[in-house]
């Protein structure tokens, strides 16, 4: 199992690709540079929480799927 973010890590995330949605990529290296650029974080490690964060959420706002209902899981069960 991995390591929790602290909460404050995903809000400062959230509230960044929320603020700037076309500056951000899926790319850690794009986004390290960003959250630099975008904050003022005073150390590498925070630094590399936040843009693996927001590489993260990222990934997850693109990429995701539409949830199925569960009427529909049901009947796939039952066939």
Not at 44 to 72: D, M, S
Request: proline share 5%; no cysteine.
């Amino acid at each position: 199992m991995g390591a929790i973010r602290p909460a404050v890590i995903k809000r400062v995330a959230r509230e960044l690709v929320e603020k700037y949605p076309d500056k951000f990529t899926a790319d850690f290296n794009v986004n390290k540079e960003l959250v630099a650029k975008y904050t003022n974080v005073q150390t590498k490690k925070v630094r590399n929480l936040l843009a693996g964060y927001v590489t993260r959420y990222y990934r997850n706002i693109h990429t995701n799927k539409p949830r199925r209902e569960p009427e529909e899981q049901e009947e796939e069960l039952n066939l």
